[in-house]
């Protein structure tokens, strides 16, 4: 999720930053990074931010489910790097634009089922746009930082003691 969000908020700018990013959020990669695999990401994160955006669950969840037909295959198990064993929700010799579509749609769907289909979301400050993954104990995270949550307080509190005109 964070990687998701990463790349949403601030778009890759050339195959170098994409390939940087996902090795820094450790996704393995497998072969070079091409401008496919950097339009691809594109694709992604605009079928990604329209989950973000869905007004409701139901809408949420078919965005996502057709995000999953796209992209994910069966679970199986793999210890492909060496690294030790985990869950693929991919097929194997896949780019990486193919893998971040899996990765993040499955992931997704992860974090929706698990914590509660709230938990994406926006910042509430009305001049950021920022996406986030709540995963506070209470899920009820409004803002992507503290920055941000200082300056709605601010701004709260200088409409409730403003002089009246």
Not at 46 to 70: F, H, I, Q, S, Y
Not at 139 to 145: A, I, Q
Request: glycine share 8%; with cysteine.
């Amino acid at each position: 999720m964070n990687l998701a969000a990463d790349l949403a908020n601030r778009r890759p700018a050339d195959v170098a930053d994409l390939a940087d990013r996902c090795r820094a959020a450790g996704v393995v990669l497998d072969g070079p990074v091409t401008a496919r695999d950097l339009a691809r990401t594109g694709e992604v994160l605009d079928a990604w931010e329209k989950v973000v955006d869905a007004p409701g669950e139901e809408e949420r969840a078919a965005l996502l489910n057709r995000m999953l037909a796209t992209a994910a295959a069966y679970p199986r198990m793999t210890n492909h790097v060496g690294t030790g064993w985990h869950l693929h929700y991919r097929d194997e010799g896949q780019s990486l634009g193919d893998v971040l579509y899996s990765l993040i749609s499955v992931g997704t769907a992860l974090h929706l089922a698990g914590r509660g289909m709230h938990r994406l979301r926006r910042c509430e400050v009305t001049e950021c746009a920022t996406i986030f993954a709540d995963t506070t104990r209470t899920g009820r995270r409004r803002y992507c930082s503290h920055r941000c949550a200082n300056r709605d307080a601010v701004r709260r509190h200088r409409a409730r003691t403003a002089p009246r005109a």
